[in-house]
């Protein structure tokens, strides 16, 4: 039972390069989500899926797109990689999404920008 | 809008004493909190989560967090430090449609 897997680990891109940050859970959950770890700023939500089919803006979403591929896959889409993008980007899963649930995390992928 | 607020960027303290970190929060309603623990290099994990009831919450490791409504706080404490609990600490506060605001974190180192 592997939980959430992200891939990769690392990445380094040039700016205006794309990229995906691939995603996957195994354990069923309803819920996805994006965030983008920042010295001194703690986790911001990039984008969240309640749903399979479904997805809405966090509170950073500028420069993202997602897509949930299916039950288990959510992926982050950098379309033109800005140095503001470099951060440590990890996603989670939760049961149902509903309130006070246990984030799942990922392991992170650390992106630089240069 | 919710907020966390973390005072403490980093903390220090020898092993086997006793640690708190602090967190206070900013939320309309009643606030659904939690502790998350990030070792180097890896995702977060939970330690302990307040939903409603008793004040003062046991989660994993050993910790401990008591939810003080008057003072907005929900500080997370231990009362034997160990090497292995160096770390950085975030605390979280549960928003509308489960999206949890985090802290900016709290880094704790332990001297041995």
């Known amino acids: 039972n592997a939980g959430v897997t992200q891939t990769p680990k690392f990445q380094v891109l040039k700016t205006g390069q794309s990229m995906t940050l691939q995603c996957a859970q195994d354990?069923?959950?309803?819920?996805m989500y994006w965030y983008r770890q920042d010295p001194g700023m703690g986790l911001r939500l990039i984008y969240y899926?309640?749903?399979?089919?479904?997805?809405d803006k966090g509170e950073v979403p500028n420069g993202y797109n997602v897509s949930r591929l299916n039950k288990r896959e959510f992926s982050l889409r950098l379309e033109s990689a800005a140095p503001s993008q470099t951060s440590v980007y990890f996603c989670?899963?939760?049961?149902?999404?509903?309130?006070?649930?246990?984030?799942?995390f990922g392991s992170g992928t650390q992106l630089s920008v240069l | 809008a919710q907020s966390v607020t973390q005072p403490d960027i980093h903390i220090t303290v020898s092993e086997g004493a006793s640690l708190e970190l602090r967190c206070n929060y900013s939320?309309?309603?009643?606030?659904?909190l939690f502790w998350y623990v990030q070792s180097p290099g890896q995702g977060l994990q939970l330690l302990l989560k307040?939903?409603?009831?008793?004040?003062l919450v046991q989660g994993i490791k050993g910790f401990e967090a008591e939810f003080k409504r008057s003072q907005s706080s929900f500080n997370l404490r231990k009362p034997s430090v160990h090497w292995s609990d160096a770390a950085e600490y975030f605390c979280?506060?549960?928003?509308?449609?489960?999206?949890?605001?985090f802290g900016a974190g709290t880094i704790l180192r332990v001297k041995s």
């Open positions: 939320y309309g309603a009643t606030p659904y």
């Open positions: 307040y939903f409603s009831g008793d004040t």
């Open positions: 899926s309640a749903s399979e089919g479904t997805t």
């Open positions: 979280a506060v549960g928003a509308g449609g489960n999206k949890l605001v």
């Open positions: 989670a899963s939760i049961i149902t999404g509903a309130i006070g649930e246990k984030l799942f």
């Open positions: 354990m069923n959950h309803n819920s």
